[in-house]
Each structure stands twice: as C-alpha cells, then as structure tokens.
C-alpha cells in the first residue's frame, strides 16, 4: 500500500491536519445558534442575550490567551503528542459537556475550560515543524491550515443541520464523538521522535526567546499573527449590517451575509497549500511581505464597494492574502526555533492569535458604531500596513540572509 512508504512526519501530517479539521469544525459547530442555544437556558432580555453570547464566544480565547504558553512550556519537556492527546481528548469531554448545561454559568465555567484544554493546533504545528524537512516546510503549514480552516468554514453549516433535525443540544454531543475519533487517529497513528532533553539544560528551565537566534524576527510573526487574526474578525461584528446596507434592506440578506463570511475561509482552503509551496521555493519572507501589501490593498479597496457583488470578490482576495500570512508566519517560526523550544514558541503564538481573535471584533463594533461600515475596512488596512512595516525592519535587522527564513 502506497501510505506504507510515507515517511512518518508525513503520516503525522495528515492525520493531525484532520484533527485540525476536527477541532475546527466543532468551535465553529454552535456560532450560528449559540445566542439561540443560552436563550433557551433562561429567559434573558436582548441586552442580556447579546452580552452573555458574546461573552460565551470570546471567554474561550481570553483562556486560550493565558494557558497556552505554560502547555507549550510542558511541551517541550514531555514532547508534543502527549500535549495534542491532552487537548484533543479535553476538547471530546468539554464538548459532551456543554450539551448537559443546565444554565448559563455552566455555560460559561465550561466554554472557558474549554479555552484551557486548547492547543490542538499550536502542538500539531510544533510537531510536524519538529520533523518535516526544512524543503516542505511551507506545504506542511498549508495543509494544516488548510485544515483548520475548512473546518472552520464547514461547522457551521453542520452545525445548522444537527440543531435542525435534533437539536441544539446534540451538535454538542456530535463534535464530542467526532474530537474522540480524531484524538484516537493521533493516539494510534501519530508517532513522535522525542527526546526530552536533561532536566538541567537550560533551555529546559530559561525563556524560550532567550534560546532564539533571531528573537526579534519571531517577535514580528507573533505581532503579524495578531494583526491578521484582529483584521480578518474585526468585520464579524458588522458583516449583516453592511450587507444589508449595500442590499437596501431588501433580498435575503442572511444567506447572502453567510457566503460572503465563507468567502476568505473557501479562498484560503484553495491557496494556502499553494502559497506554502511556493515560500518553499522563493523563500517565506518574500511570500510574507508580498502578501501584506496586496493585504492592505485589498481591505483600503473594500472600503470603496458599493455593491455586494465587488464585496465578494474583495472577501475572496482577503482569503488569499490570509492564505499567504498565516502558513507562512507559522514556516518562518519553524525555520527559526529551535527543537527544544518549538512548542512554546507556537504556543506563545496562538496566544497572540487568540488575542487578535478577541481585539478584532471589539474594534470592528467601536468604529463601525462611531464612523461607518466602510472605515472599519480602511482601519483594517492600516493595521496591515502597519504589519507590514514591522515584517520589513525585523527582516532587515536579522543579521543573516532572510532566504532560510526564507
């Protein structure tokens, strides 16, 4: 059989790609019935439901945000599978039990453990870029994003289906079987070559950025992580409302509001193997700086629309532009941290990410609520530019050619 002779990193690859899609899918599986799903658990006025919602939604990355460095640090002692089985079959019982909740504040309590038992993604990243050759670097990040982000985008929509036909209740219970078919995929079929190195190094017991060699250059790709997750959710809070404007308050603008949010996550899933091939290639960081300009020449283009049609298109670029961020972000810490401290180093990056997933929506809501739709957008693209500034002076500072960094 052919999967016999891949090598392993590339056997870990795929099965923790669909672990990724897993995860993915069940975060996303109750975003579209979530306000639905607490307005049931008491009676709640609009004010109350909007808040408790939003809160349900952002308490698992304010969690994520602060555990993740101290499993990352644990990681890197005991190795990165153990970590990957910790979240995964976390994330199975936690799931299972959000679908028993009784009220709100279980809700809540067990959404924010939730965020706790995090870092499927991160360790699954620290894993394969722990072993997959310097060459695939790229591709490897690709496929695991390209993971993730089609289960992001197909959770809802399974979601929607299971609420219908059985109820809010059971999509809870559906990813909880699901996450534990994909943690004993990784228990059986991942298999990691880890070797823990003496309680006494000091790599064991320093900081992780003291072990860089470049530590401002990783520093960057944690800032651009934040500000690409921060620019692609600040229009979350807003997206009915200005597709509505842009429609005239007629038509069906909650399925035309649904694609256009599916938009990036179908364009990202097409690109991003593609544009983790190519930094391979030509090098990362060329990859990296291209794709923030033509980042932030999209989002100052969006705020121009005047139709829902030119906003699809500018939706569907901003998914090739994450396509470009992301993977090769994620290569470019790989190509630059070492063995010892690569899980920490991701780890430190999904905090950041979790941020930017937090900061996002809440700038998106203040300058949409004090200017228009369509600044939200122009402020999105100087948060681009400002990226894109950082990326280029941490890469001129970097002593040595940027091409293994590329």
Known sequence: ?????????????????????????????????????????????RVQLTFYAGLAYAISFISQAIVSPLW????DRTGRKPMILRSGFGMCIIGFLCGTVPNIWWLLFWRFLYGCFSGYNSNSQALIASEAPDEFGGKAMGILTTGRVGGQLIGPIIGGIIASVAGYRMTFFVFGAIMLFASLLALFYVHEDFHPLPATDSTQHGSAMKQLEHPGLIVAMFITTMLVMAATKAINPIISLFVQQLMHHHGDVSLVSGIITALPGFATIFAANRLGALGDKVGAGKVLISGLIFCSCVFAATSFVHSVYTLGICRFLIGISDAALLPLTQTIVMLNSPNAVVSRVFSYMQSFQAIGSIIGPMIGSVVAG?????????????????NLVIVVISFSTKKQSPKGAH
């Open 1 to 45: 059989m052919q999967h016999r002779t891949l090598p392993q990193w590339r056997k870990n690859l795929y099965v923790l790609a669909f672990g990724d899609f897993v995860s993915g899918t069940g975060f996303s599986m109750s975003l579209p019935f979530l306000p639905l799903f607490i307005g049931q658990l008491a009676h709640f006025s």
């Open 72 to 75: 990352g640090k644990l990681a």
């Open 370 to 386: 004090h200017f228009s739709y369509a600044t939200v957008f122009m402020v999105t693209a100087m948060m681009a530019v400002i």
